[in-house]
T-cell receptor, first 116, second 111 residues
Framework: DADVTQTPRNRITKTGKRIMLECSQTKGHDRMYWYRQDPGLGLRLIYYSFDVKDINKGEISDGYSVSRQAQAKFSLSLESAIPNQTALYFC???????????????FGPGTRLTVL | QKEVEQDPGPLSVPEGAIVSLNCTYSNSAFQYFMWYRQYSRKGPELLMYTYSSGNKEDGRFTAQVDKSSKYISLFIRDSQPSDSATYLCASTVYNNNDMRFGAGTRLTVKP
């Protein structure tokens, strides 16, 4: 079974609809992240969470909200979807960083979201 | 302007060629420099990273960071068709997982 899973894998919705993307992990990591990927722009961080009670905004949080329901679950919501939120969304997890060591972020398979 | 700039390519090379992938960055506080590899329809996975300046080698892959010029490089020797993927450079400040990614370079290695 995959260590980081995302549901749904594909979603088409209409402008103004509320959408929730879900992420679950079995790696036992405390840190979880949501990114979006757009052609020519690469990956951009939306929100990240260091534990259940610690949520932080990333580079592009406007129009998004998150919920960390448990150590293993981190959801991303689009309260009122708009077409420029059409993108590939990735969830990732990691251990906390240690001095001089980059702890790899483990990515899920992605959710392709289309907003019409 | 993005904090990490990367030429998106695409880049196409014959099997066995030496590949050079490059990024520049603007934030002098960056201490960690990563290369992630992303196969089609998959999430990125860490290839290698460098802390501060210098080189790091792992098999056919070498990562270089020149902090004086804010330049990040990845070299692939004896490239293989299985190396065909998108390569993403990323940087972050010490003890901070708020990574900033480049746009990614799509590489194709032709048999």
């Amino acid at each position: 079974d995959a260590d980081v899973t995302q549901t749904p894998r594909n979603r088409i919705t209409k402008t103004g609809k509320r959408i929730m993307l879900e992420c679950s992990q079995t790696k036992g990591h405390d840190r979880m992240y949501w990114y979006r990927q757009d052609p020519g722009l690469g990956l951009r961080l939306i929100y990240y969470s260091f534990d259940v009670k610690d949520i932080n905004k990333g580079e592009i949080s406007d129009g998004y909200s998150v919920s960390r329901q448990a150590q293993a679950k981190f959801s991303l919501s689009l309260e009122s979807a708009i077409p420029n939120q059409t993108a590939l969304y990735f969830c990732a997890t990691s251990d906390p960083p240690l001095a001089g060591v980059h702890n790899e972020q483990f990515f899920g398979p992605g959710t392709r979201l289309t907003v019409l | 302007q993005k904090e990490v700039e990367q030429d998106p390519g695409p880049l196409s090379v014959p099997e066995g060629a030496i590949v050079s992938l490059n990024c520049t960055y603007s934030n002098s506080a960056f201490q960690y420099f990563m290369w992630y590899r992303q196969y089609s329809r998959k999430g990125p996975e860490l290839l290698m990273y460098t802390y501060s300046s210098g080189n790091k080698e792992d098999g056919r892959f070498t990562a270089q960071v020149d902090k004086s010029s804010k330049y990040i490089s990845l070299f692939i020797r004896d490239s293989q068709p299985s190396d065909s993927a998108t390569y993403l450079c990323a940087s972050t400040v010490y003890n901070n997982n708020d990574m900033r990614f480049g746009a990614g370079t799509r590489l194709t290695v032709k048999p």
